[in-house]
Nanobody
Framework: VQLQASGGGLVQAGGSLRLSCAAS????????VAWFRQAPGKDREWVGS????????YYAEPVKGRFTLSRDNAKNTVYLQSNILKPEDTAVYYCAIKRRYEKNYGYWGQGTLVTVSS
């Protein structure tokens, strides 16, 4: 399994970015994809996750109502639409994938940097 994260960049507070996580290597119908982020000097935190088959989504409280996960099955890609960005959203964002029944995310993308200026 390989994951390719992209879409990060520099944006002003209040702006939007769409991050992409392209997956390859197998069929992902029984997998869950998650986004995590790590800000400088802070621990990595979970942002949200989406069940690849059913599309059910879950979000961390700091991003609920501002971030939206979706997936394109034909492109094997998961998107994180990030709106109303705040300076505290600045971080390296990573996508990761696991089978539904697994506890830990075994495959990770390389990360994409999001910088939100005030």
């Amino acid at each position: 399994v390989q994951l390719q994260a992209s879409g990060g960049g520099l944006v002003q507070a209040g702006g939007s970015l769409r991050l992409s996580c392209a997956a390859s290597g197998r069929t992902f119908s029984t997998y869950v994809v998650a986004w995590f982020r790590q800000a400088p000097g802070k621990d990595r935190e979970w942002v949200g996750s989406i069940d690849w088959s059913g599309g059910i989504t879950y979000y961390a409280e700091p991003v609920k109502g501002r971030f939206t996960l979706s997936r394109d099955n034909a492109k094997n890609t998961v998107y994180l639409q990030s709106n109303i960005l705040k300076p505290e959203d600045t971080a390296v964002y990573y996508c990761a994938i696991k089978r539904r029944y697994e506890k830990n995310y075994g495959y990770w993308g390389q990360g994409t940097l999001v910088t939100v200026s005030s």
